[in-house]
């Protein structure tokens, strides 16, 4: 092979390894170059059963709480931590996560609290969930629940987010909370009833959706043989002597429906 044309071949490989080379700098650069967050996706799991929360709110929670925010921010010094200890902390919002994604992307996912029960007192009240902790009212939705109203035994604070402080205040909670799960465990119970007022003196009423009658139930015990009798008064008693016979039908003792016209 002539002279010249080693040469050109040499000249040739030397430039295509320059531009290797050049080529592998610049895409190592760019692999070192620290990937930022250009968005957030947030996505509430459970927004079809309750709306209490929406990605709009958890936006502007972060956005007014994040210390030195998110957008622009190198993904790995997004306090991830942080931003789940700023949503948990909300009333109406059991659980989240946060984290980071390839795409660039601030992921969060939310989950809220499912409450079983509604407490109003007055113009104020809160909702009780299944293990008997309790949260505020939410001004931009409303969950339908049972509701109970009347002299509720809780002294709870407008606002207030967590269990009652008295095991007493516990104990009653939790027969309430149960007996409307045991509510909502039945079809006919939970279609006929709507609401539960606690007396003065303690004892609970039940108010059907329908018709004028009032079941003074008592205290939140014995629940099957208080029921039994209420299907047993539905079944026979109204039956026989009509929707409109009596306005309180007192199911407390033993064996014994007492039905009274006024």
């Known amino acids: 092979m002539p002279r010249i044309w080693k040469h050109i071949i040499n000249i040739a490989f030397g430039a295509l390894l320059v531009c290797v080379l050049t080529g592998a700098y610049f895409l190592g650069a760019a692999s070192r170059r620290p990937i930022r967050c250009k968005g957030i996706a947030i996505t509430v799991t459970d927004s079809a059963m309750n709306r209490f929360i929406t990605p709009h709110e958890i ?5 007014e709480e994040l210390e030195g925010g998110y957008l622009g921010v190198k993904l790995d010094s997004i ?15 059991h659980k989240s996560e946060a984290y980071t994604t390839k795409d660039s992307m601030l992921n969060v996912t939310v989950t809220q609290k499912k409450p079983v029960v509604r407490f109003q007192k007055g113009s104020k009240g809160f909702y009780a969930v299944e293990d008997c902790s309790l949260f505020p009212l939410q001004s931009t939705y409303t969950s339908h629940v049972m509701v109970v109203d009347g002299y509720i035994p ?19 909670l939790r027969d ?34 329908e018709g004028q009658e009032r079941f003074v139930f008592g205290q939140p015990s ?11 008064y539905y079944k026979s008693i109204r039956e026989e002597k009509g929707e409109d016979a009596y306005k309180t039908v007192d199911l407390r003792y033993d064996g014994q429906i007492v039905c009274r016209k006024d």
């Open 59 to 63: 936006r502007k929670y972060l956005d």
């Open 79 to 93: 306090d991830l931590t942080r931003i789940e200890e700023i949503l948990d902390g909300k009333s109406a919002i």
């Open 154 to 172: 809780l002294k709870i604070e407008h606002g207030y987010l967590g269990k009652p402080d008295t095991e007493e205040g516990c104990r009653w």
């Open 176 to 209: 309430i909370v149960g007996m409307v799960k045991y509510i909502n465990s039945s079809r006919t119970w939970q279609s006929k009833i709507v609401q539960i007022t606690v007396l003065q003196d303690g004892n609970l009423v039940l108010i059907p959706r």
């Open 222 to 232: 014995d629940l099957d043989a208080k029921f039994d009798k209420m299907g047993l």
